[in-house]
């Protein structure tokens, strides 16, 4: 019971512990984006239908390695979205914020504040199948889910019990770009963007000449380099029958 950040936490319970006790989740927190993709209801009494009557489904998780701010490695699960980038540093605002005017305006807010703040930077992504980028990139979007950072649709296209991420590439982008495609982000239609590129892949790799911020279901854990893996149908979630 509670947010992404929350869910996130059980989740790693279950992962750590080997579980394969079946997940339900009644959504109260602020983005309450994991229960977007699968279509489970917002509202408390429809939420615990769901949780004693509801079908199970099984999706992948995510394993991902990364530095903490002191610099040890660290390792997490994510079951939702990873960034790195300014996305990261969006979510440590927003957590920041009084919630007040609800989750969609919080993050929105934010991320208008930290955009004119942040300087994009030269990132490495690779893959697992062999491709790699290296250019100046604002965000490494890596989804399991499709929804983000307060009902923002990032990953439209993500499945996620198909073994693979989708790894959107948000490239260089300027303050007009960013007044003309910013509302485009909530309908997923972002991606017809020249500087956006959609990938697949089981494995990513994201590092920095300069350690970036990533962020796991909304929370800030640490910093680059980091790399996501795939851990296929992992764990079992309550959805809507």
Do not use: C
Not at 81 to 92: F, I, K
Not at 96 to 123: C, D, H, P
């Amino acid at each position: 019971m509670g947010g992404d950040g929350t869910l996130n936490e059980a989740v790693n319970g279950l992962m750590q512990a080997g579980a394969t006790t079946e997940l339900a989740t009644i959504p109260l927190g602020t983005g309450m984006d994991f229960v977007r993709t699968y279509s489970i209801p917002n509202r408390f009494e429809d939420a615990v239908r769901t949780a004693l009557s509801g079908t199970t489904r099984t999706i992948d998780v995510g394993h991902v390695s990364y530095r903490t701010w002191d610099g040890q490695e660290a390792e997490r699960h994510v079951a939702n979205v990873g960034s790195v980038g300014m996305s990261a540093a969006v979510a440590q605002r927003a957590n920041g914020m009084s919630k007040a005017l609800g989750g969609k305006a919080t993050f929105f807010y934010a991320m208008v504040r930290v955009f004119l703040e942040w300087q994009n930077t030269v990132v490495r992504v690779e893959l697992d199948n062999g491709e790699q980028r290296e250019a100046r990139m604002h965000d490494v979007i890596v989804a399991n889910g499709r929804w983000h950072g307060g009902a923002m649709l990032l990953a439209p296209e993500a499945e996620p019990d198909d073994g693979l991420f989708d790894v959107v590439l948000i490239g260089d982008i300027n303050k007009r770009d960013f007044v003309t495609t910013a509302p485009k982000i909530y309908k997923g239609t972002y991606l017809a963007h020249p500087k956006v590129d959609l990938l697949r892949a089981r494995a990513v790799t994201v590092d920095a000449a300069e350690r970036l911020p990533i962020e796991l279901d909304g929370e800030q854990v640490g910093t680059t380099p980091a790399r996501f893996e795939i851990v296929p149908r992992a764990l079992r979630i309550r959805v809507p029958a």
